[in-house]
Each structure stands twice: as structure tokens, then as C-alpha cells.
């Protein structure tokens, strides 16, 4: 069929814009052409804030907290103007400011007949998972949450669901908290499918339009977007931000069409899940196995004394120093975990000097270590994940969705409130994900076990119980 070129222009800005709530300058027309478009209802305006139980909601976060509501001095009007400090860095919003959403034909998405490239196959429980997760989707049931293992091969088990929804014409989105999963899944995903145009959205990212049929995303991002998916996926729902910010939670709802569906994957649900579980309102499917079918790893505790005093003078434990020349697998690449940044860069140097001492690498860089704010984080990642960086030391951003083929594992201070049960239960993950190496060690050195350390352990052997393991 031979589309007219003005209509297929049209076509073109729908997918660029429908389904989403702009500031002015993300939308790139001229004055004159985007003066017309509001006289011609293509764009209709979006009042910045409501009234909400007598205060102030932003439209964009949901923001209610008032300390996040100040006023300024606007250049502009001379007048002062609330603004909602919550999702500023995603441009400002302001009662002077307003938002802009798409209001003309809403896009037509393409129909694919045979969209998944993917040659691989599915493990029986996989795909009795795959199977109700396409399901839901086809009958566009409201929400499904999917409790997988570590290394159940969660990614996998979304082709089929992503083929129907595809073959169907929806639109889908699979969203996760952090910006490096995000990247880990683009070209897992585009490579699944390759026909289809795959974007990726995150703070940085050379995506920037969000105009494509499959989007990654990280869940901030979805506050840009409002009813324009049909599919929603939401994997690592239990992981930090996503959790503890109220925000996600209200843009990744408002992304989903009314019609839509959201699945939910997680190899740790939190309180709230479990709950709506035990109740029998929130359906779900459970693998509680591994793709290669070896049980998760069993995570070993340490006891340290004066820990924290000891990695605070940069002095490296002498037990975890012993472990590094005793290890069993020597050809497996060290992850180390650290609670802060500072402790990341502190710990670096005498453990790459006491690395290099003892011939466990050959160069001093072979050993770094990486965290939200370093700015070669996308680099160290991929060197490590090549092998060539042989020890990376990292705080909670690599405690899941990444996935590394033959690793042992260590946390320093595990008692540190950032290690909850959850974190924990995700960095033992991180070992023994290939079916060429099933296994891994997993340490916990720390000065005085926590509830975290012992519930983790017990989630981890009730799922190998639950998966066939004695």
C-alpha cells in the first residue's frame, strides 16, 4: 500500500508523540508549527499540578510532599511559581510551565507474523512459564507476576509473550529500575528480534525519541509516557529505587493503556507481593529452578573482628586474604561488594597491589572498581563482563540483572543495612550462572550475622528444596 507523504508524516509524529506528557522545549517544533498544532487539537495542554485531599499532586510524578513543592522567582512572569522538586531532572515542572500531550489519531503499530529470531529453546519449566505470561497477554489480563530464581533464564521466558503481543500490534515496554540492566538486555533483545526496532532509555542513552514498537527503559523514564503501552514489563520489581519510590510506581501505571497488561518478574518479591499472594489477588506463575538445573548457590558466612575498623583504614581482612590464594576455581573472575562508594575507591589500590604481590593477576589492570558515579561505568562493565578485568569491586548496582558467565562472589561487611535479605539473596545470584560452570562460591565476611544473612540463606535452600534439591 502507498501511503500519501503527508499522511505518512502524520503517522510518524503520532509514534514520536502519543503517549506522553511534554514540557515545551522536549517538543521540537518551530513556534508557528506548534501554535497550530494546539489550534488544531493536535496537542491539547496538561495542567502541571491538581488539587489532591487539599494539596498540591504533580501531573507528571504524582509528587504530594509539600517540602518537594517549593515556589521561585520565575524570570519569565516576575511571579513566584510552585515547582515540584521530585522529577526536576527531568526538566521543570511549574505552574508556569505546562505539559503537552499528543490528542490527534492515536499510531498504528505493525503486525508481525513471525517476529522472534531466536533459535534457542526452553527448559519444561520455562515454558510452562513462558506459556502463562503469553497468555495474560493475549487475553489482556490486568496484572501477572512471574517469580523466577536467580538464573531461572527470566529474559528468555519473555519471547514467546513479546512474539503474541507483536503479532498482535501492541506496543510493549520492558522496564527495570536500573540503567545498567537496561543496557544489558539491548542487544539481548534486539538480537531475539531483529526485525523490529528496539530502543533504549535511560539517563544517557543515544535513544532518546522512545518512538519505537519495543522500548527499554528504566522506570524513570516512564514518567514521560501516559497510556502507551499495551504491554507493560516490569522486571526486578522488588529492586531499589523502584520499591521505595511512590513516583515509579504511579508513572509506570499511568504508561499502561486501560486496556493493557503488566507483568511483574521478580526472583525476590517483597512484603507487599507476598501479601496480595497469601490473599490469592495478584496471579502468578513460580520457577524455582535454574535454566541448567543446579541449585542456587548457598551463601558462607565469615566472622570478622573489628571489620569495619579495618576496611575504614583501608586494611583488607586477613581472612578474605587467605580465601583469595586458597580459592578452589582460580580461573573464575573475583566480584567483590562493598556497601559505599568510598569504600569501592578506598579498598582499590591495596587490594590490585596485594593482587599483583601474590601473581593473582599480572597487571594492575586487571583489578578496578566501579559505582553509580563513576563515569567509565558502562566501560568497567564490559571489560569485565570480556574478562578483561579479572576482579571488580562494586557496590549494590551489579547485585542483579547482569549476568556474568564463572564468578565466585564476596561481600565485605555483609551486615551493612544496605545488604537486606533481598540484595543478598541477589548478589548469591550472581554466581553459577553458566551451565559450563554451575557453581560458585559465594562468601559473606562480616562482625556479627544480621536477619538479612540468615533469612537469605533460608530463602535461598527453601528454593533449592522447592526445585528438587535436598
Known amino acids: 500500500m502507498i501511503v500519501p507523504q503527508h499522511r505518512q508524516k502524520e503517522m510518524d509524529l503520532a509514534k514520536l508523540f502519543a503517549g506522553k506528557l511534554l514540557l515545551r522545549h522536549e517538543i521540537p517544533l518551530s513556534e508557528a508549527h506548534f501554535s497550530q498544532a494546539l489550534k488544531q487539537e493536535i496537542f491539547r495542554t496538561v495542567s502541571p499540578f491538581s488539587k489532591k485531599h487539599f494539596t498540591l499532586q504533580c501531573n507528571r510524578c504524582g509528587n504530594t510532599a509539600k517540602h518537594l513543592l517549593p515556589r521561585y522567582p520565575c524570570s519569565r512572569c516576575g511571579k513566584a511559581h510552585r515547582y515540584c522538586r521530585k522529577c526536576i531532572a527531568m526538566g521543570r515542572v511549574s505552574t508556569c510551565s505546562m505539559l503537552y500531550e499528543w490528542a490527534d489519531q492515536t499510531p498504528h503499530w505493525p503486525i508481525y ?19 502463562r505470561i503469553a497468555t495474560a497477554i493475549q487475553a489482556e489480563e490486568k496484572e501477572l507476576l512471574s517469580w523466577a530464581v536467580c538464573g531461572a533464564g527470566k529474559t528468555e521466558m519473555l519471547f514467546p509473550a513479546i512474539t503474541i503481543a507483536l503479532q498482535q500490534g501492541k506496543r510493549i515496554c520492558l522496564a527495570t529500575p536500573r540503567a545498567d540492566v537496561v543496557r544489558e538486555l539491548k542487544p539481548r533483545i534486539q538480537q531475539a528480534f531483529e526485525e523490529v526496532t528496539v530502543q533504549a532509555l535511560y539517563g544517557g542513552s543515544n535513544d532518546k525519541t522512545g518512538s519505537a514498537q519495543l522500548i527499554l527503559s528504566t ?25 521505595a519510590d511512590p513516583s515509579l510506581s504511579f508513572a509506570t501505571k499511568r504508561a499502561v493503556k486501560p486496556s493493557g497488561t503488566t507483568i511483574y518478574l521478580t526472583a525476590t518479591p517483597r512484603k507487599q507481593q507476598l501479601k496480595r499472594l497469601r490473599k490469592n489477588n495478584l496471579p502468578h506463575i513460580f520457577v524455582p529452578r535454574r535454566f541448567h538445573g543446579y541449585p542456587l548457590p548457598v551463601p558462607k558466612t565469615k566472622q570478622v573482628i573489628n571489620l569495619k575498623r579495618q576496611l575504614k583504614s583501608k586494611q583488607l581482612p586477613k581472612a578474605f586474604l587467605k580465601w583469595l590464594l586458597t580459592r578452589e576455581k582460580t580461573q573464575r573472575q ?12 578506598h579498598l582499590q589500590k591495596p587490594l590490585t597491589n596485594f593482587l599483583l604481590e601474590n601473581n593473582v593477576i599480572q ?16 566501560e568497567k562493565v564490559k571489560a569485565y563482563r570480556n574478562r578483561e578485568l579479572f576482579v571488580l569491586v562494586t557496590t549494590t548496582i551489579l547485585e542483579r540483572g547482569v549476568t556474568f558467565p564463572s564468578v565466585d562472589v564476596v561481600i565485605l561487611d555483609a551486615g551493612h543495612q544496605v545488604f537486606d535479605q533481598a540484595a543478598i539473596v541477589q548478589i548469591a545470584g550472581r554466581a553459577g550462572r553458566s551451565p559450563d560452570d554451575p557453581h560458585g562460591e559465594v562468601l559473606l565476611f562480616h562482625d556479627g550475622k544480621t536477619d538479612a544473612m540468615v533469612e537469605a540463606a533460608a530463602s535461598i535452600r527453601d528454593m533449592n528444596r522447592r526445585g528438587g534439591f535436598v
Request: charged letters at 20%; proline letters at 4%.
Open 363 to 378: 597487571t594492575k589492570q586487571q583489578a578496578s572498581a566501579v559505582h553509580a558515579s563513576d563515569a567509565e561505568r558502562e
Open 334 to 345: 573475583i566480584l567483590i561488594f562493598v556497601p559505599t562508594i568510598n569504600l569501592a575507591d
Open 113 to 131: 507474523v513471525n517476529p522472534c529470531s531466536w533459535k534457542g529453546t526452553l527448559t519444561d519449566a520455562q515454558q510452562h512459564a513462558a506459556d
Open 219 to 243: 522506570t524513570h523514564q516512564l514518567l514521560r509516557f501516559k497510556q502507551a503501552f499495551h504491554v507493560m514489563i516490569i522486571d526486578e520489581v522488588d529492586a531499589f529505587p523502584y520499591h
